[in-house]
């Protein structure tokens, strides 16, 4: 078990862009591993291979009560989308903030697993929202961005503040 150090909002590390997995060997296993277990000491439902520096185009999301039902997409595609859901978002980068953020309610998505197999999942309701929310991280977006620049600024001065104060 490995727990692997999540960046935080505003390191710029988030915001570069994720590059399609090309190799799926023991190596990528490993870091879906560490990257489960990383998730699930932070506490959190859903965690993005660029949240722990890894510029591969891969996240994993459990949103199961008792963390036993993990999910793995390597290179995901938004497929379909139907509606609009507003919920609270947070964010393992950015710790201890949650702010309303519109999505689609209704999806579908066209992904690989850790071992190159191409599925397609229909989510709705948190699952969506969760889909959503990693697959931004892909490319370099974070929730906050759906907010007022005055949010934004506000939530930086805190998560500066924040790192300040944990180093």
């Given at each position: 078990m490995t727990i692997l150090s999540i960046l935080h909002f505003p390191d710029p590390r988030l915001r570069q862009q994720t590059k399609p997995v090309?190799?799926?060997?023991?190596?990528?296993?490993?870091l879906k591993d560490d990257m489960l277990d990383t998730m699930y000491a932070a506490p959190g439902i859903g965690l993005a291979a660029i949240q722990v520096n890894v510029l591969k185009?891969?996240?994993v999301?459990?949103?199961?009560?008792?963390?036993n039902d993990p999910l793995c997409f390597v290179n995901p595609e938004l497929v379909e989308h139907d509606g609009l859901i507003k919920t609270d978002?947070?964010?393992?980068s950015v710790p201890a903030i949650y702010?309303?953020?519109?999505?689609y309610e209704k999806i579908r998505v066209k992904a690989q697993d850790e071992l190159g197999e191409w599925f397609e999942l229909e989510a709705d309701g948190l699952l969506s929202v969760c889909i959503q929310h990693e697959m931004d991280h892909l490319k370099g977006k974070l929730f906050v961005d759906y907010l007022t620049e005055m949010k934004?600024?506000?939530?930086r001065k805190k998560m500066e503040r924040y790192r300040r104060e944990t180093m």
């Open positions: 090309t190799v799926f060997d023991d190596e990528l296993k490993v185009s891969m996240m999301i459990d949103i199961s009560e008792t963390k978002e947070g964010c393992l702010e309303p953020v519109s999505r934004r600024k506000r939530i």
